[in-house]
């Protein structure tokens, strides 16, 4: 198999592993630090660990050798190769990382039970929710269970890694962070922002005490802010980027405009959020229903929060209408 890993600079080389996902190919990144570091590891497949061990070789590295393995996020494609690198690193994630990676029955189980009844009050049809779960299930296959050895929350320093500290950036996950090397404001930042596609901003359950779910789209604006003086990003997929100031400000703008095209799409009558869904999204709503749900009510929220729509339960469904 052809690797693809490539220095990126003196101490950061990108390794490039292939997925079985839409998305296509996911980057991870080896950072020679005081503690020889992994950023993301690829999913658990075959073709990952082959990926993932070969360019390794190329560096006179093999899986036992990595001290510590950072995780940007939950999601498959970042953590599912994570049992390779045991028990020889230490893993670090935000909290947040932890009932995913861990696999906590509990959480897993109040998790489908919130969106059980969260699409069905958004008025998804329960064959469509059946087939979301089972999706998602089908995802967590790519994933094995791990403990996450220490927690990084929002300006952390990391033992291992001078110079690096943590961003909190949610949105496209709870859990989502990046890094940013203070010197000279390089950052490695997961799917927080990439070049050649916007991250979706998913919806996702509360978690543990919290009572509300979580307005991802607002959040992902906010975090976006944060990394607006960045110099330089390394992302989960595609290209570095060299310009990241100029593609937040597009990316945000972008929102604006869309916000105003689903607040067309509404229509005068009160709508629930799938059927706006199917509006904007006729062919591959079918597809991507979790996606593009996710991107129809984000919208909404910050439609919300301008004062531009408004929400309304009926009958225990929720339907939303232009204020």
Not at 32 to 54: F, H, I, S, W, Y
Not at 292 to 313: I, N, W
């Amino acid at each position: 198999m052809k690797t693809t890993m490539i220095q990126r600079s003196k101490e950061i080389y990108q390794i490039t592993i292939p997925t079985p996902f839409l998305v296509g190919p996911v980057n991870t990144y080896l950072i020679k630090g005081d503690a020889l570091t992994l950023v993301d590891t690829g999913p658990k497949t075959a073709e990952a660990r082959e990926q993932m061990e070969n360019s390794l070789a190329e560096l006179n590295l093999s899986f036992k050798d990595i001290e510590l393995v950072v995780l940007t996020h939950h999601h498959p494609d970042h953590v599912g190769l994570i049992g390779e690198f045991l028990p020889n690193a230490k893993i670090a994630g935000h909290l947040k990382l932890k009932p995913w990676l861990e696999k906590d029955e509990q959480f897993y189980s109040r998790t489908r039970q919130f969106f059980y009844r969260f699409y069905r009050e958004h008025g998804v049809p329960e064959s469509w929710v059946r087939e979301m779960d089972r999706s998602q299930n089908y995802y967590m296959d790519f994933t094995s269970p791990a403990s996450v050895d220490f927690i990084l929350e929002e300006g952390d320093l990391i033992d291992g890694l001078p110079g690096w500290r943590v961003l909190e950036t949610p949105g496209h996950a709870q859990s989502h962070l990046s890094l940013i090397r203070e010197k000279d404001g390089t950052m490695v930042a997961g799917d927080h922002l990439i070049e050649h596609i916007s991250s979706n901003a998913i919806i996702e359950a509360p978690y543990f005490n919290e009572t509300e779910r979580p307005k991802t789209l607002l959040q992902y604006r906010e975090a976006l802010k944060k990394c607006i003086n960045a110099s330089l990003i390394f992302s989960g997929h595609g290209s570095m980027i060299r310009k990241p100031k100029e593609l937040i400000e597009e990316r945000i703008h972008a929102m604006d405009k869309k916000a105003q095209v689903f607040k067309r799409k509404m229509g005068e009558d009160p709508i629930q959020v799938f059927s706006l869904c199917q509006k904007m999204y006729p062919e591959i709503y079918r597809k991507q229903t979790a996606l593009t749900f996710s991107e129809t009510l984000g919208h909404l929220d910050l439609l919300e929060e301008r004062g531009e729509v408004k929400a309304e339960r009926s009958e225990g469904e929720i339907y939303y209408m232009k204020a």
